[in-house]
């Protein structure tokens, strides 16, 4: 059994670990195949993470071409030794933000309320039925819910199995900010899903 | 406060994030239009590494990029190749990877712009072209090769025009549909059929840009076909003007198979 201290640094799920080892070998900055294959491969996960963090649907296009110019540019500073993908949400992350401040995304992010609402209204389904699809609409406004900073931490740590470590690294926090942060985006994610009709199943 | 404070995520909290941790698979014109702006983009870059890579190796280096992008994905099938036909169409590529010269300048590729169509639901018709223009320098067509008959307007108009318009994208669609037909006679044994076809692609289409991929098939044709000193020099060629190409294995392992 793992200790109570422990379990925080094990990846929660199992299903999102790190990437394949061969995306863990050097990356060549000069090398246009590396990039290409690295655009291949992670353009899923670049995408599902730019929308865990609040960037709308219509606006996804625009934003991963930064990120994707951004990791570009970067390539060099990439360490082969740390796991690719939190190194990428790094990216994301800091292209969200900027994403956020504008004022224009702002109006659309008040939105984000009431859509739950409504969303909670119309979801009726227990967790237990639920397809991953409806899952995942209603992780996503949950997280709405949280602060960038909060999703983030959540996202990586609760959702993609990451150790705070690891977390805290992609993110250039300290470690205990992390948990910090997640403890506070945990409590206003349950929050959220509770108020969108998911009930704890077990007496 | 550190990790022993942390109460752990409630179970069913926990089994909604497992069930969404997948996410959701992007729509694939997304990505290709993504790829075909991140690709004018690097090779509109004049600063940072794109420009500075550009400078150092000259245009073929972004143009490797996109090669190797776009064969990657043509080998996923009809998503792969809506994934190239879409870039072509919405990004300018063909034109920026055969200008020997600066892309058109600076500055970030606007938002909205070139939305390249997937091209998936669009009939690639092969395409016979004989009657076009001067041959490739590097690679002229196999001695005693004639290339097929008929009408050749895809290829010249295909020159004359942007691949931006309609008659410069099915000028590369009918290229790559002629390679694909090679493709599939040396996968079934006909290697003399697909060096007729490549062929007429060298013919047709001698600054083509799957250049690399048609030479790389030649070399692995004329192999099966048992011309083997035709494949070495042609092997060479290859080396030579493709000298990180990513179909190099290919074309190695062709040359090795050849009997001592």
Same mark, same amino acid.
């Given at each position: 059994?793992?200790?109570?201290?422990?379990?925080?640094?094990?990846?929660?799920?199992?299903?999102?670990?790190?990437?394949?080892?061969?995306?863990?070998?050097?990356?060549?900055?000069?090398?246009?195949?590396?990039?290409?294959?690295?655009?291949?491969?992670?353009?899923?996960?670049?995408? #599902?993470? $730019?929308?865990? %963090?609040?960037?709308?649907?219509?606006?996804?296009?625009?934003? @991963?071409?930064?990120?994707?110019?951004?990791?570009?540019?970067?390539?060099?500073?990439?360490?082969? @030794?740390?796991?690719?993908?939190?190194?990428?949400?790094?990216?994301?992350?800091?292209?969200?933000?900027?994403?956020?401040? %504008?004022?224009?995304?702002?109006?659309? $992010?008040?939105?984000?309320?009431?859509?739950?609402?409504?969303?909670?209204?119309?979801?009726?389904?227990?967790?237990?039925?639920?397809?991953?699809?409806?899952?995942?609409?209603?992780?996503?406004?949950?997280?709405?819910?949280?602060?960038?900073?909060?999703?983030?931490?959540?996202?990586?740590?609760? %959702?993609?199995?990451?150790?705070?470590?690891? @977390?805290?690294?992609?993110?250039?926090?300290?470690? #205990?900010?992390?948990?910090?942060?997640?403890?506070?985006?945990?409590?206003?994610?349950?929050?959220?899903?509770?108020?969108?009709?998911?009930?704890?199943?077990?007496? | 406060?550190?990790?022993?404070?942390?109460?752990?995520?409630?179970?069913?909290?926990?089994?909604?994030?497992?069930?969404?941790?997948?996410?959701?698979?992007?729509?694939?014109?997304?990505?290709?239009?993504?790829?075909?702006?991140?690709?004018?983009?690097?090779?509109?870059?004049?600063?940072?590494?794109?420009?500075?890579?550009?400078?150092?190796?000259?245009?073929?280096?972004?143009?490797?990029?996109?090669?190797?992008?776009?064969?990657?994905?043509?080998?996923?099938?009809?998503?792969?190749?809506?994934?190239?036909?879409?870039?072509?169409?919405?990004?300018?590529?063909?034109?920026?990877?055969?200008?020997?010269?600066?892309?058109?300048?600076?500055?970030?590729?606007?938002?909205?712009?070139?939305?390249?169509?997937?091209?998936?639901?669009?009939?690639?018709?092969?395409?016979?072209?004989?009657?076009?223009?001067?041959?490739?320098?590097?690679?002229?067509?196999?001695?005693?090769?004639?290339?097929?008959?008929?009408?050749?307007?895809?290829?010249?108009?295909?020159?004359?025009?942007?691949?931006?318009?309609?008659?410069?994208?099915?000028?590369?669609?009918?290229?790559?549909?002629?390679?694909?037909?090679?493709?599939?006679?040396?996968?079934?044994?006909?290697?003399?059929?697909?060096?007729?076809?490549?062929?007429?692609?060298?013919?047709?289409?001698?600054?083509?840009?799957?250049?690399?991929?048609?030479?790389?098939?030649?070399?692995?044709?004329?192999?099966?076909?048992?011309?083997?000193?035709?494949?070495?020099?042609?092997?060479?060629?290859?080396?030579?003007?493709?000298?990180?190409?990513?179909?190099?294995?290919?074309?190695?392992?062709?040359?090795?198979?050849?009997?001592?």
């Amino acid at each position: 059994m793992i200790p109570d201290d422990r379990a925080h640094e094990t990846p929660i799920l199992s299903t999102m670990g790190p990437p394949p080892a061969t995306a863990r070998r050097e990356l060549d900055s000069t090398s246009p195949a590396d990039f290409a294959a690295l655009f291949d491969r992670e353009f899923a996960y670049v995408w #599902n993470s $730019l929308r865990r %963090l609040g960037v709308h649907e219509r606006d996804l296009e625009d934003v @991963t071409h930064e990120v994707f110019l951004l990791v570009h540019r970067n390539l060099s500073t990439y360490d082969a @030794t740390r796991p690719l993908r939190p190194w990428l949400f790094g990216f994301a992350h800091r292209v969200a933000a900027d994403y956020r401040r %504008l004022a224009r995304h702002r109006v659309i $992010l008040a939105g984000d309320a009431a859509d739950l609402e409504s969303f909670a209204r119309s979801e009726t389904a227990h967790h237990a039925e639920l397809a991953a699809r409806d899952a995942v609409a209603i992780v996503e406004r949950a997280l709405g819910q949280l602060s960038l900073d909060q999703r983030a931490v959540l996202v990586l740590h609760d %959702l993609e199995g990451h150790a705070m470590r690891v @977390t805290a690294e992609a993110l250039s926090i300290a470690i #205990n900010t992390g948990y910090s942060r997640l403890r506070a985006a945990r409590a206003r994610f349950t929050a959220a899903v509770r108020a969108m009709g998911l009930n704890r199943s077990d007496p | 406060m550190s990790k022993t404070e942390l109460a752990p995520i409630e179970s069913d909290v926990l089994r909604l994030l497992e069930l969404a941790s997948g996410g959701v698979d992007p729509p694939a014109a997304a990505k290709n239009r993504v790829s075909t702006r991140l690709v004018d983009s690097l090779l509109r870059a004049p600063l940072g590494q794109a420009g500075e890579a550009r400078q150092k190796r000259g245009p073929s280096g972004t143009a490797d990029a996109w090669r190797a992008l776009s064969m990657r994905t043509r080998r996923l099938g009809p998503v792969g190749l809506a994934f190239v036909l879409g870039g072509v169409v919405g990004g300018g590529v063909a034109t920026a990877l055969r200008s020997p010269g600066p892309g058109p300048g600076p500055g970030p590729v606007a938002r909205g712009a070139p939305t390249g169509r997937a091209a998936s639901d669009d009939r690639v018709e092969e395409t016979r072209a004989a009657s076009a223009s001067e041959p490739d320098a590097d690679f002229p067509a196999p001695a005693g090769e004639a290339a097929p008959t008929g009408p050749s307007t895809t290829a010249s108009t295909q020159r004359r025009t942007g691949p931006g318009s309609p008659s410069g994208a099915a000028g590369l669609r009918a290229e790559q549909a002629l390679l694909d037909a090679a493709r599939r006679a040396l996968a079934a044994g006909r290697a003399d059929e697909a060096l007729v076809r490549l062929a007429a692609h060298v013919k047709a289409y001698p600054g083509s840009v799957f250049a690399e991929e048609r030479e790389a098939l030649s070399v692995n044709a004329l192999v099966q076909s048992g011309r083997y000193e035709e494949a070495r020099a042609r092997a060479a060629l290859f080396v030579r003007r493709f000298p990180r190409s990513m179909l190099l294995s290919s074309v190695e392992a062709a040359i090795d198979a050849i009997p001592r």
